[in-house]
T-cell receptor, first 112, second 116 residues
Framework: GEDVEQSLFLSVREGDSSVINCTYT??????LYWYKQEPGAGLQLLTY?????DMKQDQRLTVLLNKKDKHLSLRIADTQTGDSAIYFC????????????FGSGTRLSIRP | NAGVMQNPRHLVRRRGQEARLRCSPM?????VYWYRQLPEEGLKFMVY????????ESGMPKERFSAEFPKEGPSILRIQQVVRGDSAAYFC??????????????FGPGTRLTVT
């Protein structure tokens, strides 16, 4: 079946690294995504990774994919107050990536 | 280049009324997707449309819900005879048609529907 799971909350100190984890069940995933949602706003695509990659880095963001364990993580280096948001892990399971399955989101809060 | 636009941003309807939610995709995008987000939950896929065609409606409730994406104008998500359980944020996303893949979906700000 199609299921994406992630922990609900994460609290980190400003300046530290945040690591948000996600597991998925469908081994036929084609793309895996991280979206950011700020309060009252829509979703912003942060980054995505193709399923045949194991790592992608983009400035402060590092995505790691362990396809064997169906585990995806997002690391945010030097976390800032502006990073406070809900982060959604998501996967697409068809070759055209037309249908995206979302996790329930991890609420990241930053403490001083 | 304007992003995905949705209106209204907030919509209040009484039980039994109809709700119409509009989505204008990004310029040059021909694929539109609708998602529903219940409070404290992730987004759930509802329907995927291309111009004048419904491609995948596997996430749409069988009754009261319909969607269209006409040749001209925005995509419309229509909910007839709304009930309290329809209260949610409805997000639209669009993507370009690029070699048959559409792996980047760009989301609008959402319409928050409240049914009283």
């Amino acid at each position: 079946g199609e299921d994406v799971e992630q922990s609900l909350f994460l609290s980190v100190r400003e300046g530290d690294s945040s690591v948000i984890n996600c597991t998925y069940t469908d081994s036929s995933s084609t793309y895996l995504y991280w979206y950011k949602q700020e309060p009252g706003a829509g979703l912003q695509l942060l980054t995505y990774i193709f399923s045949n990659m194991d790592m992608k880095q983009d400035q402060r963001l590092t995505v790691l994919l362990n396809k064997k364990d169906k585990h995806l993580s997002l690391r945010i280096a030097d976390t800032q107050t502006g990073d406070s948001a809900i982060y959604f892990c998501a996967e697409s399971i068809d070759s055209s990536a037309s249908k995206i399955i979302f996790g329930s989101g991890t609420r990241l809060s930053i403490r001083p | 280049n304007a992003g995905v636009m949705q209106n209204p941003r907030h919509l209040v309807r009484r039980r039994g009324q109809e709700a119409r939610l509009r989505c204008s995709p990004m310029k040059g995008h021909s694929h539109v997707y609708w998602y529903r987000q219940l409070p404290e939950e992730g987004l759930k896929f509802m329907v995927y449309l291309q111009k004048e065609n419904i491609i995948d409606e596997s996430g749409m409730p069988k009754e009261r819900f319909s969607a269209e994406f006409p040749k001209e104008g925005p995509s419309i998500l229509r909910i007839q005879q709304v009930v309290r359980g329809d209260s949610a944020a409805y997000f639209c996303a669009s993507s370009p048609q690029t070699s048959g893949t559409s792996y980047e979906q760009y989301f609008g700000p959402g319409t928050r529907l409240t049914v009283t």
